[in-house]
């Protein structure tokens, strides 16, 4: 299984931070203890040593904010960046070993029976994806987005230079993302896809001269 707190010290270079990277014992069983859970060995343990770091877990999604809440049959360990969709993890699966991160874009709906959840990913590869995207989207030192809406702005060929110069992640892969990492996650890039189409691509690193780097290897023009 793949392990994302190794990964996410990596990308966010966190091996010698010099404040408390993560939130205390007392606090996470206090919660435990007050929605009457215990929560899956993967995010106790994520909580343990990356919880308290700001960039990484509310600098653009929410992800592991203490108290974590519960909604119906599920435990809520996450918000989007625009308050519309919450991701949770089913009651019934936290004592798996990597249970299985679900979303619900209904979350607010009246009735408990109309919430609508989908899966997303297994929650130890939903981590690692949720510290790329936060990371792209500002989490890291250095990082740019583009998006096309005309068919042009992103180049046709760029997931085949991706693969020639970084490797996928493909435990992360979903039908319209694609996750990459290069120089042991150094540097990180996410490619949006629309059927086989790049629509968008980000890009980010903790280390300013990867990033400029793999910008220029990859030709891509990002606006000031």
Known sequence: MLNPISA???LYQLENHPEPLGVSQAMIEQNE???RVQLPAGLYHYLLA???????????????LLPLERLGDHLVIGKTCDNDGVWGIHVDDLKQLNPMVQMSRNFDAIEQSEIHWFDELPLAEFLLAQAIINGVNGGLKHHAQIYDFDGITIPQDLEQKLQSLASEITELQQPHERYFQAEDFGVVMLLGMDESIPNAFMIGSQNEHKFNDYIHQLAIGFAN
């Open 8 to 10: 996410i010290k990596l």
């Open 33 to 35: 203890q007050a929605l």
């Open 50 to 64: 990356l919880g308290n770091i700001a960039s990484l877990n509310s600098g653009f999604n929410h992800l592991g």
